[in-house]
């Protein structure tokens, strides 16, 4: 499947921003879905994740209570809501699908099989 994202930008410390990813190329229904994002001198790192059919979500720990995922069928996109930013948010945010994946693998930046060319996000102090 091909992968779009968008939405990224500049935001200020607590604020919120919104990015989406626009899936192409396949159906959706055995897919995972995942976010990750990858800071200046860092390895990529699993942020949430959102199976396709029964729309269970997966975080990271230090995501939980702010960030959101979610899917629209209809208009086959992922969604990330952003909330209570912080600068150690700042990252480009990478789109990704698996098409076979295990929960206990969902974190695991090699199980994923497409990518997006990422979108970045900046949050100022």
């Known amino acids: 499947v091909q992968l779009v994202e968008s939405g990224g930008g500049l935001v200020q410390a607590g604020g919120s921003l919104r990015v989406s990813c626009t899936v192409s190329?396949?159906?959706?229904?055995?897919?995972?879905m995942g976010w990750f994002r990858q800071a200046p001198g860092k390895e990529r790192e699993f942020v949430a994740a959102i199976r396709w059919t029964s729309a269970t979500t997966f975080y990271e720990d230090s995501v939980k209570g702010r960030f959101t995922i979610s899917r629209d069928n209809a208009k086959n996109t992922v969604y990330l809501q952003m909330n209570s930013l912080n600068p150690e948010d700042t990252a480009v945010y990478y789109c990704?699908?698996?098409?076979?994946?295990?929960?206990?693998?969902?974190?695991?930046?090699?199980?994923?099989?497409?990518w997006g060319q990422g979108t970045q996000v900046t949050v100022s102090s």
């Open positions: 990704s699908a698996a098409r076979y994946i295990t929960t206990v693998r969902v974190a695991m930046t090699d199980e994923y099989e497409d």
């Open positions: 190329g396949g159906p959706l229904s055995s897919y995972m």
